[in-house]
């Protein structure tokens, strides 16, 4: 397909298609299977929506209601696992269907790390301008998280509106692992764009952590995008 002959995957070192250890071709099959099973379920009984239920069929719209979620996440798994007809559709369907333009309050982190990030490496396997159009469609939604005192983005934005919020289980505070891991796909989107405000909006976020870093160097998990100031509290990893 033409999906097929246009992707960009590095080699693997030391893999020989023509000289494949049996066990090992067997293993790869299974693994392409069980994609193509998990994705052929979303696919069949909840395209255009945010994930499947497995076990029922059912489909779950989470956070992102109307925005076909696991079908932009999946879209650089397909191509490596060789599904193209999967992705061929996919892309159909989002090339179609795809809008920003809906009045409804996401999660930065999650739409970042999912279609963000879905679309940006889509983009950077294929060359296909709709998928860098359609990061940076979405990247300019989500900069108005970020336009508060302290230069950290609040936990929530409106598509439409670009009003922010944070949910009320945050009491008004960010995540720490939520404003501390949007770096690598905003500067991503810099990257493609060769536009800088992106990957600027993300440095300033390091910049504040680092004049609020305690001098054990442990943040904790709460921080205000008020003023910077840290929320005692445990510390966790993972």
């Not at 076990?55 to 925005?67: D, E, K, L, Q, S």
């Not at 159009?133 to 409106?158: C, H, I, M, W, Y």
């Amino acid at each position: 397909t033409n999906a097929g002959k246009n992707v960009i995957i590095p080699n693997v070192v030391g893999y020989d298609p023509e000289n494949e250890d049996p066990i090992v071709k067997r293993r790869r099959e299974a693994v392409v299977g069980a994609i193509k099973h998990a994705y052929g379920g979303y696919e069949t009984h909840c395209m255009g929506q945010s994930e499947l239920k497995p076990a029922t069929g059912g489909c779950h719209n989470w956070m992102f209601p109307g925005i076909a979620m696991t079908a932009i996440d999946s879209l650089d798994t397909l191509l490596i696992a060789g599904l193209n007809g999967e992705y061929e559709r996919a892309v159909a369907y989002l090339k179609q269907s795809l809008s920003w333009d809906k009045d409804m309050s996401v999660s930065v982190f999650e739409i970042t790390i999912r279609c963000l990030g879905g679309f940006l490496s889509a983009y950077q396997m294929t060359r296909d301008n709709f998928f860098l159009e359609s990061a940076r469609q979405l990247g300019d939604r989500l900069l108005p998280a970020f336009k508060t005192p302290s230069n950290l983005p609040r936990s929530l934005v409106n598509l439409r509106t670009g009003s922010t919020s944070e949910p009320g289980w945050m009491s008004g505070m960010a995540v720490l692992a939520e404003i501390g891991t949007l770096q690598l796909e905003f500067a991503s989107l810099s990257t493609h764009t060769k536009d800088s405000k992106y990957q600027i909006a993300v440095e300033a976020v390091y910049d504040r952590l680092k004049k609020v870093m305690p001098n054990n160097y442990l943040l904790p998990c709460y921080i205000s995008p008020n003023d910077g100031s840290l929320m005692p509290s445990s510390i966790t990893l993972g």
